[in-house]
């Protein structure tokens, strides 16, 4: 990359030494994610104060110099992906997190923060930043904001948007901005700290965060259903909407799902596994009181609303029972190569959208093992194609790419998105016109020439320029 010796020796006075990696075998590794794409980095920076980051930026500015903004990499669009040359910036060694404000319910952390340590630390205080997804033991609090991750309690608490205060972020200019300042109301004109949030890293970059909390479920509990079909699956929904509880997941996966992950990952179901599909419902309650939960259950059994149902009696049973939802994208990686999708529709239309992608995919006649999954309460289904052993990795690709038109016509006729809670990155970027207008996507051009005028941060993410 042209002027990259110049930049790099020119942070070699604000950098430390350790702090500059130039060896193509480790650099790789900073520039791919979970979509496994062919990385190729220029070099590594990692930063460990948000001054080194503006320096770093402004100097990269200067010197038109590609950076590539970069989490814990288990995003699934490539929007951490750095390809051609870039410039990797990791913030993994700004990982600060803060004493707990109990008064605000709020906690300040550096980007580099890994989730299930955010978790952990606010646990001890007796709450919660809600966001939480199979891999929140590697993923960093910076790579969740810019993509606004989902992940699986979305039913109740929404998405990564909602559960924020305050962002600091540095300009390609090398500016750093505090957006919002703690505040919960400031209703002054155009909010810039949710413009950057699921931006992607493509127009500043997060260094600190002061994230809203909320309490910790007093009471929760963890149920597992086997269901005929996916009208019972919505049935149960719609019932248990009303139940004596919240719902705070329902999560669904089909019959290849779970064997899957009994198969590969060895791990037990304790209800049967001959059913088409299954349901992880897990509900919060205020108080201790099991016999009203048990009681709704009796009634779903006696009704036949499903197959099979139980509740887990030990936080043993309700491991396991998590184990089985959230080892299913493990489980698929190590069977073979795989796409995924991750689709958006309002959950009124759950069942007639999945009917007809399913009968769409046998009418097809592909070589390819679907795998049907992800959040049924939200409306956000997973549909993950996977290689068969005697299929070749081009008719893979081939027949991948037939399905893929194929369900995104069908999505655009239910009015869905293409990505509901991945993010757009590099692989969604040519079907963004199936989930923004024209206009639109004219105006996130005109906010990309606002912030990065020289197309260096993030390049080929989202949008094309
Ligand atoms: C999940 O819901 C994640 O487990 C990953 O969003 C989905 O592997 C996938 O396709
Ligand atoms: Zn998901």
Known sequence: MKNLKAFLSALGSHLSSESILTDPHECNAY????????????????PRSTDQVAKILSLANELEIQIVPSGGRTGLAGGAVASKGEVVLS?????????????SKTVRVQSGAITEAVHEHCKQSGLLWPIDLAAKGTCEIGGNLSTNAGGVRVIRYGMTRKWVTALQVVTMQGEIIELNRNLEKNNTGYDLLQLIIGSEGTLAVIT???LKLTRLPRFKNIFLFSVTSLEQMARLCEEANFGPFHITAFEFFSQKCLHTVQEKLKRISRIGDTAPFYVLMEIERSSNDLSEVEEWLGKILEESLVVDGSLAQSSEDEKASWGLREGITESIAVTGPVRKYDVAVPVSQMVPFLTEGQKMFSRMNLSIDLYLFGHFGDGSPHFNLVKKPDCSMQEFSNQCDRFEIELFALLKRYGGSVSAEHGVGNLKKHWVTYSRTNRELELYRSIKKAFDPKHLLNPGKILDI
Do not use: C, F, Y
Request: hydrophobic share 45%.
């Open 31 to 46: 520039g791919t994610d979970w979509t496994r794409q062919v990385a190729n980095v220029s070099a590594v920076l990692l």
């Open 91 to 103: 913030l993994s060694k700004m990982n600060r997190i803060d004493s707990v404000d109990r008064l």
């Open 208 to 210: 600190e965060a002061t």
